[in-house]
Nanobody, 115 residues
Framework: QGQLVESGGGLVQPGGSLRLSCAVS????????RGWYRQAPGKQRELVVT???????NYADSVKGRFTISRDNADNTVSLQMNGLKPEDTAVYYC?????????WGQGTQVTVSS
């Protein structure tokens, strides 16, 4: 059974940057669509960005121009570079992998943007 393991969350001041990474442990296909979602307190989980095996991306409007997703298909890893962070970006960020009917989630990593 495959697992996704996130790293890189933390506390940052408004305008700062963080980089999240997501590694695969186990049998998750390299051709899976990968992505990041987030959930703020009292809100539903929402899409941040997805990237296909071929590199096609889909960003939420709220993060366009500030966040950049990248993937290394050889290592089966994905990263999220977050610049210009705002307090409203505060949430638990979840790594996701999806291929057909199979969906995998990481355990989540906390990102807090506060002065």
């Amino acid at each position: 059974q495959g697992q996704l393991v996130e790293s890189g969350g933390g506390l940052v001041q408004p305008g700062g940057s963080l980089r999240l990474s997501c590694a695969v442990s186990g049998g998750i296909s390299r051709i899976s669509t990968r992505g990041w979602y987030r959930q703020a307190p009292g809100k539903q989980r929402e899409l941040v960005v997805t990237i296909t095996f071929g590199g096609i991306t889909n960003y939420a409007d709220s993060v366009k121009g500030r966040f950049t997703i990248s993937r290394d298909n050889a290592d089966n890893t994905v990263s999220l570079q977050m610049n210009g962070l705002k307090p409203e970006d505060t949430a638990v960020y979840y790594c996701n992998a999806q291929l057909g009917p199979r969906t995998f989630w990481g355990q989540g990593t906390q990102v807090t943007v506060s002065s």
